[in-house]
């Protein structure tokens, strides 16, 4: 995977600052209730809304099984259709065959639709280091572009910035890129939209070489397909001579009736529409219509890898809705820049880790950027339990022994020994009984939980010695062995505590346990 976002802090650090910025945490908040509400509204129009997200999890699984296979009838007929098809194994064979093609037209520029595949490889700053100017034309791409700065969204990348910040942006920034913005321009959305189309209007006509990505690969015909709202993929996509699509592998479907689904789940998954305003399909190329040249970039970068771990291959069912951005709490209090990654929030956390691997510290760290609510399962459109990868990826982690995990495995492997040895166990628990009241609330090594959490205290009295007593109590109190004989005298309780207790469990001081509640890009 690219490094561009690589030498970024690991995700702890990046995210409280995140967390300090009160104007970021409005803008999010505010965007993704909004977003998840009107999701919840158009998702609960459906009545066979779990049939199809069932339906679409096996429509994956079953193209991922069978990879191989459905790439090449898709080289097949994207080839018949007049296209050409090209295999990049990473990111920087990628950049180097579309760099080629586009010199290969004799143009400068390029306009976009918005793509995260490019994102990922680094095209942008590719051209631009051969000479090649790359235009964003997506409004949330095109704002992020104006002012230097990163995407934060897989579906509304400035969803950071409110309209005063884009107002400013375009009044400073949109002389040097094209068409200045108009005078006395303010905030309000219809002045803002207007001026980026009339930005936008003359690199669409005057553009040569389109660049796309594309939501789905149709297999047996060679279709390529773009959900968008704005209109702006449409004219990149039709005006331009030359289009280049770079799109990830695991985006192909074995036929068209499989769209039927996706068509439904992704609008109403990602913008909360029953459809999208813009969906584009082109099959090679026409005479008469659309780019004389089409060519097709399939890319891996890391996707062959993350296919062969039998849990975290999951992942690469995604299809970029933002739907678990946008109901994670983490995600909503860090924001997106704190993941170090063109992917963002719970599938970031699963995603990039498999593509780039574990071995720079932000990799490292954001299988840790989640609380395992396991909201974001909940919402997915293709039901990939990301919780189930995150703990999946920790594992792999910490068997690395890199920072902070060499003390843990070394823990974890004494804590082993000692349950192996049921007497060493029970002298460890009777010795950690006698001096509970030594214990020190915030353990030295223990700040990164103690932080933000109460170290529960330790019981009077552990389990295993009140089962082995619990006849005497019986005798003694008439009872049938609960909390009331494994109340020390003086009123006070197991947990140290003094007063009543209610639904507690016999020895542990602990409350009975509650069944817990279980809460597009291209």
Request: hydrophobic share 35%; net charge neutral.
């Amino acid at each position: 995977m690219s490094g561009t976002y690589l030498g970024m802090p690991a995700f702890p650090v990046a995210a409280r600052e995140a967390v300090a910025d009160t104007t970021l945490r409005g803008n999010l908040r505010h965007a993704t209730h909004t977003i998840r509400d009107k999701r919840a509204v158009a998702v609960g129009e459906l009545a066979d809304w779990d049939r199809l997200r069932e339906a679409g999890k096996r429509i994956k699984d079953h193209t991922l099984r069978h990879l191989d296979r459905y790439l090449l009838q898709l080289e097949e007929s994207v080839t018949a259709a007049g296209g050409t098809v090209h295999w990049a194994a990473d990111a920087d064979e990628a950049n180097r065959i579309v760099t080629e093609l586009v010199k290969a037209t004799g143009e400068r520029e390029v306009v976009k639709v918005k793509s995260m595949a490019t994102q990922e490889i680094g095209l942008n700053e590719a051209l631009a280091a051969e000479g090649i100017a790359a235009y964003e034309t997506d409004l949330a791409e095109l704002i992020v572009q104006l002012g230097d700065d990163r995407p934060s969204h897989i579906l509304v990348p400035a969803i950071h910035r409110n309209r005063g910040e884009i107002r400013d942006i375009f009044r400073d920034r949109m002389a040097d890129w094209g068409r200045a913005a108009p005078d006395g321009l303010t905030d309000t959305p219809g002045e803002l939209a207007e001026a980026a189309r009339l930005h936008l209007r003359e690199k669409f006509l005057r553009a040569k070489v389109g660049v796309s990505g594309a939501n789905f690969m149709v297999a047996e015909t060679g279709t390529l397909v773009v959900f968008e709202s704005e209109g702006n993929g449409r004219m990149c996509l039709t005006l331009p001579e030359t289009l280049i699509s770079v799109v990830g592998i695991e985006k192909v479907v074995p036929g068209w009736r499989d769209l039927e689904v996706f068509l439904q789940t992704l609008p109403r998954s990602s913008t909360a529409e029953r459809m999208n305003p813009y969906t584009s399909m082109w099959t090679g190329t026409h005479d008469a219509d659309g780019p004389s040249t089409f060519h097709l970039v399939l890319l891996d970068n890391g996707r062959t890898a993350t296919l062969a771990d039998e849990v975290g291959r999951q992942a690469l069912r995604c299809i970029r809705c933002s739907a678990c951005l946008n109901v994670c709490p983490v995600y909503e209090r860090a924001g997106g820049h704190a993941y170090g990654s063109v992917y963002p929030g719970p599938i970031g956390a699963i995603l990039t880790p498999q593509l780039r691997g574990t071995g720079s510290e932000i990799d490292a760290s954001l299988p840790y950027a989640s609380s395992l609510c396991g909201a974001c399962y909940e919402v997915c459109p293709v039901a990939i339990d990301i919780p189930e990868v995150l703990v999946h990826l920790r594992e792999r982690v910490a068997e690395t022994g890199g920072k902070g995990h060499r003390l843990e495995k070394a823990a974890m492997k004494a804590a082993g020994w000692v349950f192996d040895h049921p007497r060493v166990l029970a002298a460890g628990e009777r010795a950690a009984t006698a001096t509970r009241r030594l214990h020190p609330s915030r353990p030295p090594g223990a700040g990164a939980w103690t932080d933000a959490r109460d170290l529960p205290r330790l019981p009077a009295r552990s389990f295993r010695d009140w089962w082995k007593h619990r006849d005497d109590g019986d005798r003694r109190t008439g009872s049938g062995g609960g909390a009331a004989e494994a109340r020390p005298a003086g009123g006070e309780s197991a947990d140290g505590r003094t007063g009543p207790r209610e639904n507690t469990t016999p020895g542990t001081g602990d409350p009975t346990p509650r069944t817990p509640r279980k809460d597009t890009g291209t």
